[in-house]
C-alpha cells in the first residue's frame, strides 16, 4: 500500500550486483538495471528475487533490440496441467516437450514469482534522469574510496496487487467478500482473464440456431490472434508472434469472399479467430469454444467439423527460405481405424497443392512430430478432427521467433520501414518492403486456395489471390503494428467507439486484460466486417433494427448489421457513414473454469489477474535513517 | 451481569470497586464487595489468558489456514497472503 521504497544502485555489469547482495551498507536497494543484463541472465533475476535487501527492480529497456534474442516465457508454452493435448493417455511420448522443445530462449521468468515491484523504463530520458541528473551520479556512488552517505537518492515503486496466493483462494475470498460484507464488489481482489472470439462464416448461417448435423464446416484459425503477453503490463507489441499470422487469415477471409462460388460450396467455412490462446494463458478462447460447442451453446457443433486449419507463426519472409511447414498430429494419423487418419493425408495433399504456383513452398514435417502449441489441441482433445498448422519453424521457434512474448516484438522486428517524410495518409497506403508483405499476401493466397478445396469447390484455384496488390496487407500491418489511429480504420468503425483507435502515434498493445473486449479484437471484428461484408443501403435506424427494414425477410438473422461511421468527406470534417452487412460475430471467451466455478480445474485455464489501485513511482533524496518512518 | 460473562464489565468492575473493596475503612457490606472484585478479576484473568491466546494463534496461523482462515474472517487484508 505504501509502496516499496530503496535506495537507488545502477546496475551495469555483474559486479555491481554483489554491493546490492552484499556489500551496500544502505540495504534496500532499488535496483535499476541496463537491459542487457535482464535479457542475458536468468540466474541474475533469481539471485534479486532470494534476497531481501532488493526492494525494487526498474529495468532499461536496451535500444536495439538484443541480438540473442529474449523470451520470458516458458520453454514448453502452453504445457501446464496438460491443457494441450498430449498428456499421459494421448501422445505420452510427445507430452511436455519430450519430443521437441518449442521454444529453447525460454526463461520462464514470467512465470516466477517476484515480491518486489519491477518497472520498465522505455524512455532513455527518464533512466538519464535516474542516473545523472542530481541523483545516482551525484549521491549514491562511492567517494574517495568509502561508501555514499546520506543524503542518498532513493526511489519509489507503488505496484500494490490486492491479489494473493492463486486463483483458488482470490476467488474464494471474492465470493467471502460479496456475499457476507456490507459493500460487496468493492473487495473483489482479482478478475478472470476474458476477452472474446472473433468468428465469421463465409455463407452465412443462423446464428440462433444449431446447425444440421449434416452441414459440415471447415474452419480456420488464427492461434495466435489477438492477444500477446510480455512480462511487462501493458506493452505487449507481439508484432511477429500475433500480427502477422491474423493479417494472413484476414487477406484469405477477404479473397474467399470474392470467389464467384462461395455461396454454393458444399461446406461452409468459418474463421475463427481465438483470443488469450497459446502463448498467453492455457487457451483460454479454444477452450471456450470447444466448451460451448459440446454444450450445444455454440451454432456449430463439434460433429458438425470437417476439418481444421490453424495459421501459427507465419512470418516467411524473415527466414532464409519461403517455407511454411505443415505440423499434423502423430497420434491421430497413426491410429487406422479412426476417420481422421484417412482425411488428415487428404488435408495434407490439398494443402501442399495449392502452393504450386505461389512463392511459398509447403513441406510437411516428420510425421512422428508432435504439433507445436496451438489451439487445434483444445479441438483434438474433445474429438479426433483431421486438422494441420502451417507454421514457419520446423521444430523449434529458434531464431525466428527470438522476441517470443516479450517486449522487443515490434514493428522493427519484423522490419517494417517506411521512407521519410511520407504523411500519414501516403504511409497507410505505402506498400512497404516487398519480401514480408508479400510473402504474408502468398500465404493467404495459399490458405484461401486450400479452404476451397477443402471446402469441395471444384472450380480453378489458380483465379484465387488473396490481396494481388498488396494494398490490404500493408495497410493492416501498419494499422496493426505502428498507427492504430489511421484514416482507414477511423472509418469502419462505429461512432461511439472512436476512443478505440487512441490518440496518439503510439503503436497498439495487444495485451489480454480482464475487460471484454479489447480494443484489437473490436478492431479484428471491424476490419473483417469491412473486407468481407457488403454494404447495404439501409437508413441508420434501419441498420440498428434490421427486422423493421423493409424488404427485409427472416434473412436478417442471419447476418449482423453495423453502422460505421465512413470516411471523411473531401474538405470538410463530417463523415459519410453507412451500414454493413456481415456475418462477424463475437462470443465471450471466459474460461469454463469460472462458469463452472471449479477454480482450481486442472482441464481448463484458471488464469486471474488481480486489481490493483495505484502504479506509479517517485524518486526522491533521504536524509537519514532515523527519519525513514 | 455476571452471569452474561461479560470481560469488560468484569474489568471495570475491578478497576471501579478496588479502592471500595481494598483500600477503604472497613464496613458491614466491604467483605461482600471484596469478594465480588475477586471474583470479577479471576474471571477477567480467565478472559485475557483466552483472549490473548485466540487472537495470537489466529494472526499467525490464518494464512495457513487456507479456506477456513478466510470464513473466520470478517475482512481479509489486500496484498498479503
Known amino acids: 500500500m505504501n509502496g516499496d521504497t530503496g535506495v537507488i544502485h545502477v546496475v551495469e555489469k555483474d559486479q555491481d550486483l554483489n554491493w546490492v547482495l552484499a556489500d551496500g551498507p544502505h540495504p534496500p536497494y532499488m535496483v535499476l538495471l541496463e537491459g542487457e543484463l535482464f535479457t542475458r541472465c536468468r540466474e541474475l533475476m533469481l539471485r534479486l528475487k532470494g534476497t531481501s535487501r532488493v526492494s525494487g527492480l526498474a529495468v ?115 465470493s467471502i467478500q460479496s456475499t457476507f460484507s456490507l459493500s460487496p464488489g468493492v473487495e473483489v481482489v482479482c478478475d478472470p482473464l476474458s476477452d472474446s472470439n472473433v468468428w465469421s462464416t463465409l455463407k452465412p448461417i443462423n446464428a440462433s440456431r444449431k446447425m444440421d448435423p449434416a452441414d459440415e464446416v471447415v474452419i480456420v484459425a488464427t492461434r495466435v490472434q489477438i492477444d500477446s503477453h510480455s512480462f511487462f503490463w501493458n506493452v505487449a507489441p507481439g508484432a511477429e508472434s500475433a500480427v502477422s499470422s491474423f493479417v494472413a487469415h484476414l487477406a484469405a477471409a477477404e479473397a474467399l469472399h470474392k470467389v464467384p462460388d462461395a455461396l454454393t460450396l458444399p461446406r461452409n467455412i468459418m474463421f475463427t479467430f481465438f483470443q488469450g490462446v497459446q502463448e498467453t494463458f492455457d487457451y483460454i478462447g479454444s477452450s471456450r ?47 487406422e481405424s479412426v476417420r481422421p487418419q484417412v482425411q488428415v493425408r487428404a488435408l495434407v495433399e490439398t494443402l501442399l497443392n495449392s502452393s504450386l504456383g505461389v512463392n511459398v513452398t509447403l513441406q510437411e514435417v516428420s510425421q512422428s512430430q508432435p504439433l507445436p502449441p496451438s489451439s487445434f489441441q483444445r479441438f483434438l482433445r474433445a474429438r479426433p478432427i483431421p486438422g494441420a498448422v502451417l507454421a514457419d519453424h520446423r521444430a523449434a521457434f529458434q531464431n525466428r521467433y527470438r522476441y517470443y512474448q516479450s517486449v522487443y516484438d515490434t514493428a522493427e522486428n519484423i522490419l517494417m520501414r517506411y521512407p521519410e517524410g511520407l504523411s500519414p495518409e501516403e504511409t497507410l497506403d505505402y506498400v512497404t518492403d516487398t519480401a514480408q508483405v508479400q510473402s504474408l499476401a502468398e500465404v493467404a493466397t495459399v490458405v484461401a486456395r486450400a479452404l476451397y478445396q477443402l471446402a469441395g469447390g471444384t472450380g480453378n484455384t489458380s483465379a484465387i489471390q488473396a490481396d494481388p496488390r498488396t494494398v490490404q496487407v500493408s495497410r493492416m500491418l501498419y494499422g496493426f503494428l505502428i498507427k492504430t489511429n489511421n484514416s482507414w480504420f477511423q472509418s469502419i468503425i462505429k461512432q461511439d467507439l472512436k476512443g478505440l483507435l487512441g490518440t496518439g502515434d503510439e503503436p497498439p498493445q495487444h495485451y489480454i486484460a480482464v475487460s471484454y473486449p479489447v480494443n484489437t479484437t473490436q478492431l479484428v471484428q471491424f476490419v473483417l466486417a469491412n473486407l468481407t461484408g457488403t454494404v447495404v443501403n439501409f437508413t441508420k435506424e434501419e441498420c440498428l433494427n434490421p427486422e423493421r427494414a423493409p424488404g427485409a425477410d427472416k434473412e436478417v438473422q442471419m447476418y449482423d448489421y453495423t453502422w460505421v461511421q465512413g470516411s471523411r468527406e473531401p474538405n470538410s470534417t463530417s463523415r459519410v457513414p453507412f451500414c454493413v452487412q456481415s456475418t462477424v460475430h463475437l462470443t465471450k471467451a471466459l474460461s469454463p473454469a469460472f462458469e463452472l466455478k471449479e477454480w482450481g480445474s486442472t482441464e481448463y485455464s484458471t488464469w486471474t489477474e488481480s486489481r490493483w489501485k495505484d502504479i506509479r513511482a517517485r524518486i526522491f533524496l533521504v536524509a537519514s535513517k532515523e527519519l525513514e518512518v | 451481569g455476571g452471569f452474561a460473562l461479560l470481560p469488560f464489565l468484569w474489568l471495570v468492575n475491578v478497576l471501579w470497586f478496588c479502592r471500595e473493596a481494598f483500600l477503604a475503612p472497613a464496613y458491614t457490606e466491604q467483605p461482600q464487595i471484596k469478594s465480588y472484585v475477586q471474583r470479577s478479576a479471576v474471571g477477567l484473568l480467565f478472559w485475557v489468558v483466552v483472549l490473548t491466546t485466540w487472537v495470537t494463534i489466529f494472526q499467525t496461523h490464518r494464512a495457513r489456514w487456507g479456506e477456513l482462515g478466510d470464513y473466520l474472517s470478517f475482512t481479509i487484508p489486500l496484498g498479503i497472503p
Not at chain 1, 75 to 88: E, L, R, W
Request: glycine share 6%; proline share 8%; aromatic share 12%.
Open chain 1, 289 to 335: 469454444m470447444v466448451y460451448d460447442m459440446e454444450r450445444n451453446k455454440f451454432p456449430v457443433r463439434l460433429e458438425n467439423i470437417h476439418s481444421f486449419l490453424e495459421l501459427s507463426q507465419v512470418q516467411v519472409a524473415l527466414r532464409n527460405s519461403s517455407a511454411l511447414w505443415v505440423h499434423t498430429d502423430p497420434v491421430s494419423g497413426r491410429n
Open chain 1, 60 to 174: 532499461a529497456i536496451s535500444k536495439p533490440s538484443p541480438p540473442r534474442g529474449f523470451s520470458p516465457g516458458l520453454q514448453c508454452p502452453n504445457d501446464g496441467f496438460g491443457t494441450g493435448v498430449y498428456d499421459s493417455d494421448y501422445g505420452p511420448q510427445y507430452a511436455h516437450c519430450n519430443w521437441t522443445v518449442w521454444n529453447p530462449l525460454g526463461n520462464g521468468l514470467s512465470y516466477e514469482d517476484f515480491h518486489f515491484p519491477i518497472f520498465l523504463l522505455e524512455d532513455a530520458n527518464e533512466t538519464q534522469v535516474i542516473k545523472q541528473v542530481q541523483c545516482y551520479q551525484d549521491h549514491n556512488l562511492p567517494r574517495n574510496g568509502s561508501g555514499p552517505e546520506y543524503p542518498l537518492c532513493a526511489m519509489q515503486l507503488f505496484a500494490h496487487m490486492h491479489a494473493v496466493t492463486n486463483t483458488v483462494t482470490c476467488m474464494r475470498r471474492n
